[in-house]
Structures are given as C-alpha cells and as structure tokens.
C-alpha cells in the first residue's frame, strides 16, 4: 500500500507480569516431565534399588544397617538426583526451548530457579516421600527417619540447584554427562556430610538443631547464588553453540 | 526515513579460526525486509544469533534504539522474536500449551486468541494432540503461530520456511510482508526466494574467499 509516509510500529514498553511468567515455566516443566514418565521414574527406581541391593549384597545385619543406613539413603539420594541432573536443560536446549528462555524479557536467574525449582519438584521430593519407607528397611528408629527425612527435604533443594550449574555448564557438550558428575560431586559433598552428620547425632541423642541450621544455610546459599550462576553459564554454553 | 530499530557496528566474527564476516554495518529500520545470503556455513546463523544476542563470541556493538543493546536487555527482548532452526516446541506438550508458554513471558492472552492462532497456523483440530505426533512441517507450525500473536517490532527468523508445505511458505510470505507494511522490521535467512518492495540483503560469505 503507497503511503506518505510508512507505517512504523513503535517498541513495546509493557511486559506480563514476572510472576505469570515463573508460574509459567514451572507448569510447563512439570508438564513435561509428568508426561515423560521414563526420566521421571528413572531416579527413584534407582533410589530403591540401590538402597534394597546393600542388605543383599553386604550384610542384612540389624547393627550393620543401622549403623550405615542413613549414609547409604544419603548416598543414593545423592547420586539419584545426579543422574537426573542431564535432564534439566538438556531437553530444554535440543528442542530449541532454551533459546527462547534466554531471550525472554524476564531476569535469566529467576527462570531458571523456576526450572530448579521444578526439578526438585519432581526428584527431590519424591525421594523425601520415599525415604521414611527405606529407612524403616534399613531399621532405622522413628526418630532418626524423621530427621532423616528433614535433611532429605533441606537437603535435596540445594543438590536440584547446585546441580543446576553443572547442568548448565555442560549443555552444549555432545556427551557432559562424566564431566558434569566430576563437575558437581565435590559440591555436593558438604551436603552430604551435614546430612548424614545430621542424622548421626539423632541417633546418638545429640541436639541436632545446630547440624540443621548449617543445612539451612547451605540452602540459603545454594538459592541465592547457583541461580545467577547458572544462569551465566547458560549463556556461555549457549553462546558457544 | 525513520530511525533504526536495530543497528550492528563493524561486527566482526570468527568461529574456529575461520573468519565468518569482517566489518560488517547493519542498519535495520522499521517497514524493511532484511534478507541474509550466503552459502551454507557463511555464517547466517550466527549473524542472527549475534544479532538477537545469543552469541556474543564477537567484536563491535549492537545498539538498540540508538543504544548500546546489552544495556537495556529487558527492552530488546521484549521487542524481539527470535525463531531459530530448533522451534522451540516441547514434545510432551500440545501445541495449545507450547503456545502458552511461550508467549506467557510477553503478554497475556486468552485462550480463544491462541486458539485462534493456532487455526490460522492451519493447526485446527492439534490443539491438543502432543507434539511429538505432529509432523515436522506441523511443528514449524506451532512455532510460527507465535507470529500470529505477536506484537514485537523486530522478528528475526532462522529458515523459518523449512518444512512447510506451498501453501505454508505462501502464508508465511504473506505474514511477513504484511507485517514489513505495517511497519514491522524482518530479518530472515532463507534459501527460498523471498522477495519484497525495498527488500535489503546482507551478503555473507564473501569474506572467506579473501581470508583463505
């Protein structure tokens, strides 16, 4: 159409709410992952598997199991979430998502809190749900499960986010899996000892509200900075694609 | 002639030790086609990654508004539709909810105008079939239903016309050249003739010739 003068569409000033945009990635990924039921079950089945194959395949003792049960639960847990970790933006990145979130007007650090978030949604708390019932296997006393299961639930937040950064990091390679585990592991070992310190001192009658608080702060610094970690190696990986 | 949205100052790129494009000048206005040429592994891609800041592994400025761009990233990116060679649809999902999603950081809208979109995507009756069962011209589809309900300025589009059947790339021509008449800014890579009043190229390729 000859006009005068051509039309010029100005720049958009508004943009939706922040909220509306979290909530909006958070039920998407948990669509997702709801409806990819493989990748879901995969972390939990191994959970239970590798907590039931130790009375096998060391001893059924009530002392042994005891004695080692709460560091076996933690373990798992731990390495569970570790091979969930791959999944967190490696989807995201293939089928072009992951592009689209960067360039959303949104901060990056807040999406992908939200996607943290969500990941811990569908691993961390399933094996907090999991864990009372492991722990009664591996003859743990009521007590110590529920103390368990309250390092499980402070604990697996941080291993989603800390994991986060790996997961971030390695996204562009071809095959990040090992490196993303050497990457992580010694990150996750802090969690680790004041989770199954946590635990050790319950059942030693110890007051555990100290072991906690640690716990806590670790979460404390796991939400405040793996998010804008993670969030700058996205762009790097990304940036290097 | 009105003021550039978009405007790339002697960009230079190299990936691999190869050198893509050297001083490049790119000035996008408003009401334009830009159309970016050149062989395959030229560097189109990267150009409209760089210039929709996913890829920054280079030298120059991009301004924005006549502003340095990574200053004011919440204004670029809500101005910006980038659609790159991966569409960003989720498998898992139905076209409806991939729509959602990736229009919920913009805007608001109600589900009849996604809905909308989507049949003038030529999508009635996928609403809610997930993805993956979807062919791949369908999913573009998905994708390109964004242009439907966008309301940015600047769309930059990465082969938006691969596997689209003829009446798809039909369609998608039209959108854009409405769109570039209404005064929308374009800038697309395309192997498919595209051609459009006052169309711009940027020529890339001609570089390696000399470099090697």
């Given at each position: 159409?000859?006009?005068?003068?051509?039309?010029?569409?100005?720049?958009?000033?508004?943009t939706?709410?922040?909220?509306?945009?979290?909530?909006?990635?958070?039920?998407?990924?948990?669509?997702?992952?709801?409806?990819?039921?493989?990748?879901?079950f995969?972390?939990?089945?191994?959970?239970?598997?590798?907590?039931?194959?130790?009375?096998?395949?060391?001893?059924?003792?009530?002392?042994?199991?005891?004695?080692?049960?709460t560091?076996?639960?933690?373990?798992?847990?731990?390495?569970?979430?570790?091979?969930?970790?791959d999944?967190?933006?490696?989807?995201?990145?293939?089928?072009?998502?992951?592009?689209?979130?960067?360039?959303?007007?949104?901060p990056?650090?807040?999406?992908?809190?939200?996607?943290a978030?969500?990941?811990?949604?569908?691993?961390?708390?399933?094996?907090?749900?999991?864990?009372?019932?492991?722990?009664?296997?591996?003859?743990?006393?009521g007590?110590?499960?529920?103390?368990?299961?309250?390092?499980?639930?402070?604990?697996?937040?941080?291993?989603?986010l800390?994991?986060?950064?790996?997961?971030?990091?390695?996204?562009?390679?071809?095959?990040?899996?090992?490196?993303?585990?050497?990457?992580?592991?010694?990150?996750?070992?802090?969690?680790?000892?004041?989770?199954?310190?946590?635990?050790?001192?319950?059942?030693?009658?110890?007051?555990?509200?100290?072991?906690?608080?640690?716990?806590?702060?670790?979460?404390?610094?796991?939400?405040?900075?793996?998010?804008?970690?993670?969030?700058?190696?996205?762009?790097?990986?990304?940036?290097?694609? | 002639m009105?003021?550039?949205?978009?405007?790339?100052?002697?960009?230079s790129?190299?990936?691999?030790?190869?050198?893509l494009?050297?001083?490049l000048?790119?000035?996008?206005?408003?009401?334009?086609?830009?159309?970016?040429?050149?062989?395959n592994?030229?560097?189109?891609?990267?150009?409209?990654?760089?210039?929709?800041?996913?890829?920054d592994?280079?030298?120059g400025?991009?301004?924005?508004?006549?502003q340095?761009?990574?200053?004011?990233?919440?204004?670029?990116?809500?101005?910006?539709?980038?659609?790159?060679h991966?569409?960003?649809?989720?498998?898992?999902?139905?076209?409806?909810?991939?729509?959602?999603?990736?229009?919920?950081?913009?805007?608001?809208?109600?589900?009849?105008?996604?809905?909308?979109?989507?049949?003038?995507?030529?999508?009635?009756?996928y609403?809610?079939?997930?993805?993956?069962?979807?062919?791949?011209?369908?999913?573009?589809?998905?994708?390109l239903?964004?242009?439907?309900?966008?309301?940015?300025?600047?769309?930059?589009?990465?082969?938006?016309?691969?596997?689209?059947?003829?009446?798809?790339?039909?369609g998608?021509?039209?959108?854009?050249?409405?769109?570039?008449?209404?005064?929308?800014?374009?800038i697309?890579?395309?192997?498919?003739?595209?051609?459009?009043?006052g169309?711009?190229?940027?020529?890339?390729?001609?570089?390696?010739?000399?470099?090697?």
């Amino acid at each position: 159409m000859p006009t005068d003068k051509r039309p010029v569409m100005t720049p958009v000033q508004n943009t939706a709410p922040l909220a509306q945009a979290v909530i909006a990635i958070m039920r998407r990924d948990l669509k997702a992952s709801l409806r990819q039921r493989q990748d879901l079950f995969n972390p939990l089945v191994f959970f239970v598997m590798v907590v039931s194959l130790f009375p096998l395949g060391v001893s059924p003792e009530v002392s042994f199991l005891r004695q080692s049960g709460t560091g076996i639960l933690w373990v798992a847990a731990l390495l569970s979430t570790l091979l969930s970790l791959d999944h967190l933006f490696r989807h995201d990145y293939d089928d072009g998502t992951l592009e689209q979130l960067l360039l959303a007007p949104q901060p990056l650090f807040l999406l992908v809190l939200a996607k943290a978030t969500a990941h811990w949604l569908v691993t961390g708390v399933p094996l907090v749900l999991l864990a009372p019932v492991l722990g009664v296997m591996v003859h743990l006393d009521g007590n110590s499960i529920g103390v368990l299961c309250l390092t499980l639930l402070v604990g697996t937040p941080v291993l989603s986010l800390v994991g986060s950064i790996g997961a971030a990091l390695t996204v562009g390679l071809r095959s990040g899996g090992v490196l993303l585990s050497l990457l992580i592991i010694p990150l996750y070992i802090p969690v680790l000892i004041f989770g199954t310190g946590t635990v050790t001192a319950a059942e030693a009658g110890a007051p555990v509200s100290g072991y906690l608080a640690i716990m806590g702060a670790l979460l404390a610094l796991a939400l405040t900075l793996a998010p804008f970690a993670s969030a700058a190696a996205l762009r790097i990986s990304l940036s290097n694609s | 002639m009105s003021e550039p949205l978009l405007q790339a100052v002697n960009l230079s790129c190299e990936r691999d030790d190869r050198l893509l494009f050297r001083n490049l000048d790119i000035s996008i206005v408003p009401g334009t086609l830009t159309r970016v040429e050149g062989p395959n592994g030229s560097g189109k891609t990267t150009l409209l990654r760089i210039l929709a800041g996913l890829h920054d592994a280079c030298q120059g400025d991009i301004l924005w508004n006549g502003q340095l761009r990574d200053r004011q990233r919440e204004s670029f990116t809500r101005n910006l539709l980038y659609i790159g060679h991966r569409a960003g649809v989720k498998a898992q999902l139905t076209p409806l909810e991939n729509l959602r999603a990736l229009m919920a950081g913009r805007r608001l809208l109600s589900r009849d105008l996604l809905a909308a979109a989507l049949d003038n995507a030529g999508l009635a009756g996928y609403h809610d079939a997930p993805c993956h069962s979807l062919s791949a011209g369908q999913q573009r589809r998905v994708s390109l239903a964004r242009l439907l309900v966008s309301d940015e300025p600047l769309w930059i589009l990465d082969e938006a016309f691969t596997a689209l059947d003829r009446e798809g790339v039909a369609g998608l021509e039209r959108l854009l050249l409405q769109r570039v008449s209404q005064g929308g800014a374009v800038i697309a890579t395309t192997h498919h003739p595209l051609a459009a009043d006052g169309m711009r190229r940027i020529q890339l390729g001609k570089v390696n010739d000399h470099a090697d």
